[in-house]
């Protein structure tokens, strides 16, 4: 049941973090589309905000080791 649980924390880890990926970028292009003299400040954020979610998939990786640890 480790295992599962395991793969299922990288699996939901990573589907959440490409759809927050693709959110972030779809917004940031409408954005620049809309407005582009605000291309730099869009983009600075847009790279922020993809640092944050991308630390979704890699706590789930840590919790998948302690669920192997436990296994």
């Given at each position: ?6 793969a299922?924390?990288v ?5 959440g ?5 693709g959110l ?7 954005g620049?589309?809309?407005?582009p003299?605000?291309?730099s ?7 922020i905000g993809?640092?944050l ?5 890699i706590i ?5 080791f302690?669920f192997?640890g436990r296994?």
């Open positions: 049941m480790a295992f599962v649980a395991a299922i924390a699996g939901l880890g990573a589907l973090a490409g759809i927050g990926n972030i970028f779809s917004k940031t292009i409408e620049i589309a809309r407005q003299e605000a291309k400040t869009l983009q600075t954020t847009a790279f993809v640092g979610v991308e630390a979704l998939p789930g990786v840590v919790l998948a302690i192997f296994a």
